[in-house]
T-cell receptor, first 112, second 118 residues
Framework: NAGVTQTPKFRVLKTGQSMTLLCAQD?????MYWYRQDPGMGLRLIHY???????AKGEVPDGYNVSRLKKQNFLLGLESAAPSQTSVYFC???????????FGPGTRLTVT | AQTVTQSQPEMSVQEAETVTLSCTYD???????LFWYKQPPSRQMILVIR??????QNATENRFSVNFQKAAKSFSLKISDSQLGDTAMYFC???????????????FGKGTHLIIQP
């Protein structure tokens, strides 16, 4: 039981490049989330999904797109990376209730 | 929108002491959940404790307990017999569930850096 895994763990992009972050969970959780964490800040919600094929915007969705084609996977895409997207990205999943989110190990993304 | 405030950017205590981390939140909701998460230097987010707003009894998990004051919108975390391994960032978080299931995700405070000195 791997829990929540994220691929890749680190990535460096140039401004304007695109990439996709993959999140996978093996706990059969219905709900999945993408957050970003910047220095001196708590995590902020980018997008989330309440089920296969459904997604919704969070607090900071601009510049990101997501897809949930399979229940166990949640993809976060950056179409044209900007330096402001330099951050650590966390994926999480849970079921309701008890709404206890399990987090992946994070992806450190640097955009130069 | 909900907001979560942690007013202590950093705290330092001696090993074996008891320490309390503060958290206040602002919401107009009556049904919600509150959480404390720990983030050690490894960066992994670890759930410490969870409280349901409709439960008056304060949650406890071994050395960790909360003081939940719903009217005051306060949710503090008490760590008893602190250990070196408790050194970490601690985040308070709020979640509002949907009536039909699911939730909007967690709203986090900015965190408190707790240092346990030997």
């Amino acid at each position: 039981n791997a829990g929540v895994t994220q691929t890749p763990k680190f990535r460096v992009l140039k401004t304007g490049q695109s990439m996709t972050l993959l999140c996978a969970q093996d706990m059969n959780h219905e709900y999945m989330y993408w957050y970003r964490q910047d220095p001196g800040m708590g995590l902020r919600l980018i997008h989330y999904s309440v089920g296969e094929g459904t997604t919704a915007k969070g607090e900071v969705p601009d510049g990101y797109n997501v897809s949930r084609l399979k229940k166990q996977n949640f993809l976060l895409g950056l179409e044209s990376a900007a330096p402001s997207q330099t951050s650590v990205y966390f994926c999480a999943s849970d079921r309701a209730p008890p709404y206890e989110q399990y987090f992946g190990p994070g992806t450190r993304l640097t955009v130069t | 929108a909900q907001t979560v405030t942690q007013s202590q950017p950093e705290m330092s205590v001696q090993e074996a002491e008891t320490v309390t981390l503060s958290c206040t939140y602002d919401t107009s909701e009556s049904n919600y959940y509150l959480f404390w998460y720990k983030q050690p230097p490894s960066r992994q987010m670890i759930l410490v404790i969870r409280q349901e707003a409709y439960k008056q009894q304060n949650a406890t998990e071994n050395r960790f307990s909360v003081n939940f004051q719903k009217a005051a919108k306060s949710f503090s975390l008490k760590i008893s017999d602190s250990q070196l391994g408790d050194t970490a960032m601690y985040f308070c978080a709020f979640m509002k569930p949907h009536s039909g299931g699911g939730a909007d995700g967690l709203t986090f405070g900015k965190g408190t850096h707790l240092i346990i000195q030997p």
